[in-house]
């Protein structure tokens, strides 16, 4: 079956960087395009970045872009976003995402499973 899990979260402050990964199994992940999306308390969850075909095909969210890259090794399955100039409101639950089916690419509606996620804190 289809397993997505995340990890590479924790606390960092104000400017800081952190990558978080995802790990795929259960489907062939380099057919598949591939979205990370965030929940802070309160919130709706929100998409961020979504890839295929490694860097070819991406799209970012304007809150993240120029700060935040997504990328995938198909040899380990596995897909990553790398998160440099961190803010506070960053902060939130982590999710990645896969088989997206259609609709906008930063949409939680338009893929299929989902990682359990893994939570990022910024401090000022």
């Known amino acids: 079956q289809v397993q997505l899990v995340e990890s590479g979260g924790g606390s960092v402050q104000t400017g800081g960087s952190l990558r978080l990964s995802c790990a795929a199994s259960g489907f062939t992940f380099s057919e598949y395009r591939m979205g990370w999306f965030r929940q802070a308390p309160g919130k709706e969850r929100e998409g961020i970045a979504s890839?295929?075909?490694?860097?070819?095909?991406?799209a970012y969210a304007d809150s993240v872009k120029d700060r935040f890259t997504a990328s995938q090794d198909n040899a380990k399955n596995t897909l990553y976003l790398q998160m440099n100039s961190l803010k506070p409101e960053d902060t939130a639950m982590y999710y990645c995402?896969?088989?997206?089916?259609?609709?906008?690419?930063?949409?939680?509606?338009?893929?299929?499973?989902w990682g359990q996620g893994t939570q990022v804190t910024v401090s000022s």
């Open positions: 890839i295929f075909g490694g860097r070819t095909s991406s």
């Open positions: 995402a896969a088989d997206y089916r259609g609709g906008s690419l930063l949409h939680p509606s338009s893929y299929i499973y």
